[in-house]
């Protein structure tokens, strides 16, 4: 082959690259918006008020028979979908990596987990039961889908790309988030102009999430192409398959300390996430649109955060990043539990403060894992990531419910998720994820 053929041949081959990565990236733009306008801003006011109107003359309600405070009722819902989800993600991922077929599976748990999520708009009156079941659903979908996408990142950009590809992802995603919310926003607090009660523009907004995830997946499902991979055994079922995976890890005792790592700290995460805004609306007396625009300036300041952080780690490496974003973390949480009720200012610079290094540690620990793959495992090895992502993500939750179930107060929950972020770093800090990525088989980059 000549050497013109030879350059013909790779530009057509980064072509096509650039044009899957774009493919990929809309998947952040489509599931986003499910995270931003249903978990993080409407769901949980909306359910817990809900369960409100439920509850006995105590403050109760009684699910299977269960005293559960309704003020606790999203956040153990939420544990209970990340329980599910455990137990799913691992049979998907071995199935994905076996079959080399990730698509059909991503596009079963996406439109399973935005037809939940559309199904939101019957949520009214006092039916808590029926949105702590679609939610339970919604982001277990969610979670089993960002682990089939997510895996997809190995295979579709060299080492020497990842870092800045995973935070555009990223950034695709908050800018979807920022575009829907600006939506949301204008419906919520002129529902009266639209002949709309306030539950009703929540229930539309909640609804309309589910009909973007649905739409926008189109996009990754058309551009994003399946593998073929060498046969495998066939996989066990249940929970021994669960088993089996995490018995493959630990050939790479490395790889498993990055995953505790980012169990610990990203617990915190996502817990912050999912009940930010209850907390500013039942702890601190915020209104929802004071709430609405909060998030919006954390999409916003997270598009920059994402690809700032990015930037830093080509400088700094992306360890490095991470664990500067978590002192950041360990900071703004601490200094929420002091913010006085009542004073939206306030709760937007601790908004400005999250958002931004969200994006950016999101990404980043998302680009790092995948580092230490090995090759032609990625959707089972994701499968243990997206557990800790999403997946064992039940601890938090848990505890914040408890801590409320215990003492009343949202201000202890919200600082009992400091322990996760400062035991994150300590965690982190001890892996040496050089020798991890060369035992994995895989390049390491000349900044890591």
């Known amino acids: 082959m000549g050497t013109d053929a030879i350059r013909t041949t790779g530009a057509d081959e980064a072509a096509e690259r650039r044009r899957e990565q774009r493919g990929w990236y809309f998947y952040d733009w489509a599931c986003s918006v499910y995270s931003t306008s249903v978990l993080t801003v409407f769901l949980g006011p909306?359910?817990?008020?809900?369960?409100?109107?439920?509850?006995?003359?105590?403050?109760?309600?009684?699910?299977?028979?269960?005293?559960?405070?309704?003020?606790?009722?999203?956040?153990?819902?939420?544990s209970l979908s990340v329980i599910l989800a455990v137990l799913v993600m691992p049979l998907v991922g071995v199935a994905a990596d076996r079959t080399g077929r990730k698509k059909p599976l991503l596009a079963a748990a996406a439109y399973t987990g935005a037809a939940a999520t559309t199904a939101m708009f019957f949520l009214g009156g006092?039916?808590?039961?029926?949105?702590?079941?679609?939610?339970?659903?919604?982001?277990?979908?969610?979670?089993?889908?960002a682990m089939l996408y997510n895996s997809y990142l190995p295979q579709i950009a060299p080492p020497e790309e990842r870092d800045a590809v995973s935070s555009r992802g990223w950034a695709f995603g908050y800018?979807?988030?920022?575009?829907?919310?600006?939506?949301?926003?204008?419906?919520?607090?002129?529902?009266?102009?639209?002949?709309?009660?306030?539950?009703?523009?929540?229930?539309?907004?909640?609804?309309?999430a589910g009909l973007w995830w649905g739409a926008f997946t189109l996009i990754p499902l058309r551009r994003l192409r399946d593998r073929r991979t060498p046969a495998r055994e066939a996989t066990a079922p249940g929970f021994r398959q669960l088993a089996a995976t995490f018995r493959d890890m630990r050939r790479?005792?490395?790889?498993?300390?990055?995953?505790?790592?980012?169990?610990?700290?990203?617990?915190?995460?996502?817990?912050?996430?999912?009940?930010a805004s209850v907390?500013?609306?039942?702890?601190?007396?915020?209104?929802?649109?004071?709430?609405?625009?909060?998030?919006?300036?954390?999409?916003?300041?997270?598009?920059?955060?994402?690809?700032?952080?990015?930037?830093?780690?080509?400088?700094?490496?992306?360890?490095?990043?991470?664990?500067?974003?978590?002192?950041?973390?360990?900071?703004?949480?601490?200094?929420?539990?002091f913010l006085p009720a009542g004073a939206p200012v306030w709760f937007f610079v601790l908004a400005a403060g999250i958002g931004l290094v969200?994006?950016?540690?999101?990404?980043?620990?998302?680009?790092?894992?995948?580092?230490?793959?090995p090759?032609?495992?990625e959707a089972e090895y994701f499968s243990a990531y997206e557990m800790s992502d999403r997946g064992m993500s039940w601890l938090g939750p848990l505890l914040f419910g408890i801590t409320y179930q215990l003492t009343g107060s949202y201000?202890?929950?919200?600082?009992?998720?400091?322990?996760?972020?400062?035991?994150?770093?300590?965690?982190?800090?001890?892996?040496?994820?050089r020798q991890a990525i060369s035992d994995a088989g895989n390049p390491v980059p000349e900044k890591i």
């Open 252 to 275: 790479h005792p490395l790889t498993l300390s990055f995953l505790l790592a980012y169990l610990v700290y990203n617990d915190g995460i996502q817990t912050v996430i999912s009940q």
């Open 411 to 433: 201000r202890d929950a919200i600082i009992s998720l400091v322990i996760f972020f400062v035991l994150g770093f300590c965690l982190l800090a001890r892996v040496p994820v």
């Open 279 to 337: 907390y500013g609306s039942e702890e601190l007396g915020l209104g929802q649109s004071t709430l609405i625009g909060a998030v919006l300036l954390v999409q916003v300041l997270a598009v920059a955060g994402a690809l700032g952080m990015g930037r830093l780690a080509r400088v700094y490496g992306a360890k490095r990043t991470i664990l500067g974003s978590l002192v950041a973390w360990t900071l703004t949480l601490a200094a929420g539990y």
């Open 126 to 145: 006092d039916r808590y039961l029926l949105g702590g079941v679609l939610l339970i659903v919604a982001n277990a979908a969610s979670a089993v889908g």
């Open 46 to 78: 909306y359910l817990t008020s809900v369960a409100e109107k439920a509850a006995d003359a105590d403050g109760y309600v009684h699910p299977l028979g269960i005293p559960v405070r309704a003020g606790a009722f999203f956040a153990y819902s939420v």
């Open 175 to 208: 800018a979807a988030g920022s575009l829907v919310l600006v939506v949301n926003l204008v419906l919520y607090t002129a529902h009266d102009s639209f002949g709309l009660s306030e539950g009703m523009a929540v229930r539309i907004c909640l609804a309309s």
């Open 375 to 377: 090759p032609g495992k």
């Open 358 to 373: 969200l994006g950016g540690s999101q990404a980043l620990s998302r680009s790092l894992f995948s580092h230490l793959v």
